[in-house]
Nanobody, 121 residues
Framework: QVQLVESGGGLVQPGGSLRLSCAASGFGFSTYSMGWFRQAPGKEREFVCAISWSRGITDYADSVMGRFTISRDNAKNTVSLQMNSLKPADTAVYYC??????????????WGPGTQVTVSS
């Protein structure tokens, strides 16, 4: 029943912007900290950022700090990722998931389809 659907990816030029969205259902979204992860071809999945369930406290990987902004709307069960000043290194499939710190919850196994972000000239 747990379902996460990411959207908003696409092709953008270096320096451009994209806004990703994650629609959640099937669990108590508002009581879980949520995060974004990404996986580039040939690389392991990596942490991008997270936002707490209670006070909107955020955490960003050094590689995206100052460029990306995570937010959530508990009334809509969504978490968003505003990405600015995009770089080719940001190219990856982006996924959202409930988190504990910088890791997805150990029991989480309902990854969504992800959304492709390609930064290229």
């Amino acid at each position: 029943q747990v379902q996460l659907v990411e959207s908003g990816g696409g092709l953008v030029q270096p320096g451009g912007s994209l806004r990703l969205s994650c629609a959640a259902s099937g669990f108590g979204f508002s009581t879980y900290s949520m995060g974004w992860f990404r996986q580039a071809p040939g690389k392991e999945r990596e942490f991008v950022c997270a936002i707490s369930w209670s006070r909107g406290i955020t955490d960003y990987a050094d590689s995206v700090m100052g460029r990306f902004t995570i937010s959530r709307d508990n009334a809509k069960n969504t978490v968003s990722l505003q990405m600015n000043s995009l770089k080719p290194a940001d190219t990856a499939v982006y996924y959202c998931a409930p988190v504990n710190g910088r890791n997805p919850l150990p029991s989480f196994g309902s990854w969504g389809p992800g959304t492709q972000v390609t930064v290229s000239s």
